[in-house]
DNA sequence: TCTTGACCTTCCAGTTACTGTAAGGTCTAC
DNA sequence: GTAGACCTTACAGTAACTGGAAGGTCAAGA
């Protein structure tokens, strides 16, 4: 399998795959005999493997860890079960917080009156309680 | 007001606001005769309106583009409206991502022992549809 | 007066996770 | 033989800062 073949497969650019093979997240493609990258199925897996964590959320030093734990014959699941929960109680702070966000920004435009006059809310509502501004 | 008294004011560090005065997202602030950056409640005001943009969401060029609106005595209120319910989309978006990772998770989470073996849910589940890894 | 510590300055390098671009080699089809 | 779609490496750039070095300034205390 080729590069562009695998990007498509896993959801990676092909960019990102050489990326992660330079930074040795993943080992060094085989080359065939014109020196291109050739893949197998397990390279595949991998790669997506490392797409799917990165989607949900993992950073890559993360993802690296979770990828070694797979690896691992003798893998410890305690160890990936308090990663991944960990990273459930970010996502719940991070959803959290973008809730309150989009809390602010919804009353924000709703005491807008969103014609070509100055009159808006939004404006003032983000200068906060600093005064005027220059 | 010094650089420091600034940024405990905004919640920006020294250095993010120097960044911001660098790539001309603020004007340049005035000068005391020893060289210090001195501020007064108008700058304070405008590094305050990009803290909570920043904090709400807003990227540095969305936030220029509202600080520009804000500083437009003719401003265009629609402008800031299309650009707020436009960003309250994205944070939705966003939300229900973080959702749809999450669910995965917390279900990854609930199939694993948790003990020091092998038999855990997660790395299977993050290597998905590909067939067995090298 | 000297010194200490907390400020401030500029400049340059590093971070994360890529992305873009250039310059060139290879392969397949017409 | 040539066009177009692949592939290669290498280097630079991106966002939005952050860290660190090297040095100037200022107020308080011995």
Redesign the pocket.
């Known amino acids: 399998m ?6 498509r497969l896993s959801g ?5 795959i ?3 093979e330079e ?1 040795g997240l993943v080992d060094p ?1 085989s ?7 050739q893949y197998d199925v397990g390279s595949l897996g991998q790669l997506r493997f ?1 797409a799917r964590a ?1 989607d949900v959320g993992f ?5 690296r860890q979770l990828l070694e734990l797979l690896r691992d014959s003798g893998r410890q699941s305690a160890h990936a079960r308090s990663l991944v929960l960990e990273k459930s109680d970010q996502l719940q702070k991070k959803i959290d917080q973008l809730h309150d966000m989009q809390a602010v920004l919804n009353n924000m435009a709703r005491r807008c009156n969103g014609d070509e006059g100055p009159e808006c809310a939004i404006l003032d509502e983000l200068a906060g309680q600093a005064g005027p501004l220059s």
Chains 1, 2 share one sequence.
């Open positions: 080729q590069i562009s073949e695998v990007a990676l650019t092909t960019k990102t050489r990326y992660y930074i493609a080359r065939g005999v014109n020196g291109y990258r490392l990165r950073n890559l030093e993360e993802s």
